[in-house]
């Protein structure tokens, strides 16, 4: 979608080819510079969905999203396993789009793959990543900015475990260090790099 304006109120609706239409739903574009915003941090939604589907409707609904308390986060992050299975078109139905619609239908999420996406094309065609990554991994790893603080994801799982990333890595703190627009730095990533009940997961 291009032309939108920054903090920016816009309606859309679904249409499908035999012209049914879903219901009106709406998104606010980002800010350029805010003063004060807040953002949600989830992670392993999988096949806990009922889990999912509770905490969201009766847990971020009530006091991490409301609309009537103006609580409204500018986005999520989101550090992996989306689904049980991301071969599975069922499963990022029932697992993934359904749970957490009433967070989807209106503010954009940033997510870290994980183990469970299996790498599948499915991830990577259900979102729009930037592209500010090594060239031969695209959206695997990526970082963003939002007022003065680096957003970056990163990508543990086994076979990225690489120096491509570790430099890219490297390279983007250093001149992340010497931008003075940036005062804080989150990463986000998937596997812990110490656990203390999942020995065989720690990766250093």
């Known amino acids: 979608i291009e ?19 879903g219901p009106v739903f709406h998104f606010k574009t980002l800010e350029k510079d805010p003063d004060t915003y807040s953002f949600l941090a989830m992670s392993d939604a999988q096949h806990g969905y009922r889990v999912t589907t509770k905490v969201v409707r009766e847990s971020v609904l009530k006091y991490g999203y409301n609309e009537q308390k103006d609580l409204i986060p ?13 071969a ?4 990022w139905i029932k697992q993934w789009f359904q749970p957490l619609a009433p967070l989807l239908s209106y503010i954009p999420v940033y997510p870290a793959i994980g183990n469970h996406e299996r790498n599948h094309r499915y991830y990577f065609s ?3 990543l930037p592209e500010n990554n090594s060239p031969s991994s695209k959206e695997h790893w990526y ?8 957003y970056i994801s990163l990508d543990t799982n086994r076979n ?4 491509e990333q570790l430099v890219w890595l490297s390279n983007l703190l250093a001149q992340t260090d010497y931008n003075e ?11 812990p ?4 009940g999942w020995l065989t997961g720690e990766s250093k």
């Open 88 to 91: 599975s078109h069922n499963d």
């Open 74 to 86: 500018s986005f999520v992050v989101f550090a992996g396993d989306l689904v049980q299975n991301g």
């Open 143 to 150: 970082f963003f900015d939002y007022g003065n603080v680096r």
């Open 160 to 163: 990225y475990q690489t120096k």
């Open 126 to 128: 259900y979102f729009d």
């Open 181 to 191: 627009a940036i005062d804080f730095v989150i990463a986000y990533f998937h596997h």
């Open 3 to 21: 032309g939108l304006q920054e903090a920016r109120k816009y309606y859309y609706q679904v249409r499908e080819e035999r012209g049914e239409r």
């Open 193 to 196: 790099h110490r656990s203390e």
